[in-house]
Structure formats: C-alpha cells, structure tokens
C-alpha cells in the first residue's frame, strides 16, 4: 500500500512539474474563415510544441476591435497575440503598445512576403506585425445569373454598369438579391466599403486643413448610390449584414453581386465551402466616370502586444503560422484553393495553387500591388488609406459615422440629414484633437 501511494505521489508531482512549466498564449483573433483554419490546425503547432498551451478567444470583427483596443490601450495584458489590420499596426507602433519583430532564422524567408504587405506593417523601418493574409478589392458574380440574361461584366465594370446588372438579376421571390454590400454598422464594416466608394466617386473624408468635407457633392451623390441600390436591390435587413454574412450569402447562391474584400475568392471556389463554386466570377473592383476604383487594401496580421509576459512563446506561434511550412499544411489539409492569400510570392509561383487558383490568384495579387502605397484620389488629401483613414481618430469618427448611415440605408432619416450629422459628428472629434481650432 506504501509503494502505491509514493507512485501516486510521485505521479502528481511530476504531472504538477509539467504544468507548472507550460507557456500558456491566450489569442484574440476574428472569425474569419482563415482564422478558423489556422485555430483548427493549432493543434499541429501544440503537438510539435507540447510546453506551449494555446487559448482562443475567437469574436465577431467588432467586438474583437472593442476587446482587443480596451485590452492593449490600458496595458491590461490580457492577449499575447492579436489579430490586428494595417490600420492599427503603425498607429499602435508609434504609441509603444507593439512588440517589435526582427531576428527572423533563415529558413523563414521573411524577403519572401510581398514588399507592398511587409512595408505597410512597419514603423520607423522596424517590422510590428506579420501578415497572416492581405486582400485588394473584387467584384464577385454568379456567371450562371448573367448568362441566363445574355449579360457580360466587363474586367472592370463602372458603378452604373453594376446598378444596371442589379435591377436586372434581382430577382427576391427566389432568395437572389441582385447586390450584396456591407451595411452593418462599424469603422471596418460598412465604412470600409463606404470609405473605398466614396474616394471611387472622387470625394474625401478631409481637405488638407483637415476639415471635414462630409456633405460635398461627392458625399452626396456616392451615398445616394449606395442607400438606392441596397434599398432597391438588396437583400431585406442589409444593415445585419457586414462581411461574414454578405460572403454567406454568397457563398449559399442568395447574391448576384457583391463587391467586397478580395480575400473570399478561394472560399467561394472551394466545392465544400460554396454552392455557386462552378459559377463565380470575378472582376476588378468597380470604377465611376473618374476613373477611380473602389481601391481597397488590408492585411489581417498576427502583433504581439508590448503588455505580453510570453513575448518568446508568442513569436514562436506566429512565425509557425505565417511560415511557408503552414501555407503547405493549410494546402494538404484543407485544399490548396483555400491558402492565405496575398501574402507570400511563393504561394503564387506554387504550380499546387496556381492549378486550382488561376480565376483569381493573379487578379488578387494585382489589387494588391495596385493600391500600395497609397495613390491620390481625384482630390488631394492629408491622410493615408484607401478604405480607412489613417490617423486614431478614425475608429471612433468611422463607428459613429457608420451608425449614422446604417439609419440612413434603412429610412430613418434622409442621405442630406445623415450627412449634417456625419459632418458635425467628425468635425466635433477632430477639433477635440486638435486637427484646427473650434469656430
């Protein structure tokens, strides 16, 4: 009986040793598609690192900016890793709530990203973020749906041309709404598209004294667009629908249209993910009478906060999902179409992607390369960014904007009334800041 207590004993000890020296790595991330993957094939990562324990904290885009923001500005440490985008990344650099990333081992190939992605995430020449996947701007449509009305998208269809092809393929007693766009309400929901469609019809969030010029004619007229042709040929409730569920809907056959993040193309032509798999197709984001397409450019990346007491443990995580090594694992796993786009060069010279991706992969890249670094819009601006501004006051402007035009898209006050109160919402918070002074 004494033999078998000691062994017991010395079974807990040993057991309380093991736990004791375990890493553990809580991760705020999105629920995107991509993140799903990689959280499902963490388990690769914890086998091969079995002092390491992974805790996923997985929230809808809004919420996740709300914890993660909450979390990093008051040094609370509560995340070791956090999903974050190109808007935040230099912004939060500056203020020191980043952990720098360098001292990458050879194998890694960290020349490997593309140059345009790796730049973005930069500060002061020091890397802050590792890209996860990158995306451009798309327009995806049900070839089947215009060929049942002899239409044709053009490569790079106008605005006018998409109003058209909407009227025509709205067809709602059969669940196809003949555009999908985002219309919830948040900085990175339907500001995103909104910030893009505005600079697409040669508008502005602010001159070059920082004022702001949210009731310009070209306010004006990109808004009415998007309020008509959401009411008119959208499906019911669009201002529930932000990027999850607009690519949903897609993806189960409900839109003829949707104009959006490049990133869903591999989602939508794998045969287990989408029921239009066979029949989607792709264009160039749209474009108006100034020549200036809906330009569009993000990376959803992997930062370690400057708050972390697993600063090692974290690096370790991001560099295994990130590597070229994951890319293959993703690939083998769950189909080459459905890799991180936009990120590694060598994922677009892979002849396994190549084969399966030839509809979109080039046309992703190219969105991508086509909208970093930033261009001038028609107009000349004080701020970086093409679906975002970048500058710390965007987030709340945007979220409070964004609440102003869902209520706009759904009829409760008129597009001239939600662009009064738009103005005066972003003048107040910039003069607060300090941009120019109060009148």
């Known amino acids: 009986m004494k033999t078998i207590v000691i062994g017991i004993a010395i079974h807990f000890l040993v057991f309380d040793a093991v736990a004791s020296a375990q890493t553990s790595l809580t991760i705020g991330t999105v629920n995107n598609s991509d993140m799903i993957i990689m959280q499902q094939l963490s388990k690769e990562f914890t086998r091969e690192n079995p002092g390491i324990r992974l805790n996923w904290v997985v929230l809808e885009e809004n919420v996740l ?3 993660i923001t909450a979390d990093i500005s008051t040094n609370a440490g509560i995340f070791d890793i956090i999903t974050i985008g190109t808007y935040e990344t230099p912004i939060w650099a500056e203020r020191g709530w980043l952990t720098p990333l360098d001292e990458f081992p050879e194998e890694y190939d960290i020349e490997d990203f593309v140059e345009e ?14 890209p996860f996947y990158a995306e451009g701007s798309m327009t995806f449509y049900r070839k089947d749906l215009f060929q049942e009305k002899d239409l044709r998208m053009p490569e790079v269809p106008t605005y006018d041309d998409i109003y058209q092809f909407a009227s025509t393929l709205h067809q709602p007693e059969e669940n196809i709404y003949g555009i999908c766009l985002r219309g919830k309400a948040g900085w990175g929901e339907n500001m995103a598209f909104v910030t893009s469609l505005i600079h697409a019809f040669g508008g502005r969030w602010f001159d070059l004294n920082w ?19 959401l009411k008119n040929f959208g499906p019911p409730g669009a201002t529930h629908y932000g990027h999850i569920q607009n690519r949903a809907l897609f993806a189960n056959g409900h839109c003829a249209i949707w104009v959006d993040a490049s990133s869903p193309a591999g989602f939508f032509s794998h045969p287990k993910k989408s029921i239009v798999s066979q029949n989607v197709g792709f264009a160039e984001a749209p474009k108006t009478d100034a020549n200036i397409g809906s330009k569009w450019f993000w990376s959803w990346v992997l930062a370690i906060p400057s708050s972390s007491k697993a ?35 060598s994922t677009y010279a892979n002849p396994h992607y190549k084969a399966v991706a030839g509809n979109f992969s080039e046309l992703t890249l190219k969105t991508i390369e086509e909208t970093t670094p930033v261009q001038t819009k028609v107009q000349s601006i004080p701020y970086a ?33 939600a662009l009064e ?12 800041a300090g941009y120019y002074p109060a009148k």
Request: aromatic share 10%; proline share 4%.
């Open 65 to 67: 900016r709300q914890r």
């Open 117 to 130: 992605v790796r730049k973005s995430l930069s500060f002061q020449q020091k890397l802050y973020a590792i």
């Open 211 to 229: 004022k702001p010029q949210l009731t310009s004619p070209e306010w004006k007229k990109a808004i009415s667009f998007y309020v008509n042709i």
């Open 311 to 345: 600063k090692e443990a974290a690096k370790k995580f991001i560099l295994w999902a990130t590597s070229k090594e994951y890319v293959e694992l993703v690939g083998n796993r769950e189909g080459w179409v459905l890799v991180p786009p936009g990120t590694r060069k």
């Open 385 to 417: 960014g093409h679906q975002f501004v970048g500058i710390p006051e965007f987030q709340t402007i945007g979220s409070q904007v964004g609440q102003v035009l869902a209520e706009a898209l759904v009829g409760k006050i008129s597009v001239e009334k």
């Open 421 to 432: 109160q738009a103005q005066h919402i972003t003048e107040k918070i910039m003069q607060k």
